[in-house]
């Protein structure tokens, strides 16, 4: 199996969605994880980037993870591409 070396985590109010890739970049990881099971799922990995939009509980997820040794950065929502609610033509 190969490494994780970095993980997208989209945060969601009780489901939240993990993406993670090895060094080449291939896929490695699609998860979908209930809010109790996030912790005891990176505690299984080896240390990894972690990036996570930044809002307000992501601070919390963030100090959550750095103890177990990750390294977490906080992205700002402006460079997220957002989803078009409408097609214009």
């Known amino acids: 199996m190969q490494t994780v070396t970095t993980i997208g985590l989209d945060i969601a109010k009780?489901?939240?969605?993990?993406?993670?890739?090895?060094?080449?970049?291939?896929?490695?990881?699609?998860?979908?994880?209930?809010r109790r099971y996030v912790l005891a799922f990176f505690q299984k990995l080896p240390l990894c980037l972690v990036g996570i939009e930044a809002c307000a509980s992501?601070?919390?997820?963030?100090?959550?993870?750095?103890?177990?040794?990750?390294?977490?950065?906080?992205?700002?929502p402006t460079t997220q591409?957002?989803?078009?609610?409408?097609?214009?033509?």
Do not use: C, N
């Open 14 to 34: 009780s489901v939240f969605q993990v993406h993670g890739v090895d060094a080449a970049g291939q896929v490695v990881i699609r998860r979908k994880l209930k």
């Open 58 to 76: 992501s601070h919390y997820w963030a100090r959550e993870l750095q103890p177990l040794g990750h390294t977490v950065r906080l992205m700002p």
């Open 81 to 89: 591409e957002r989803f078009p609610k409408q097609r214009r033509y």
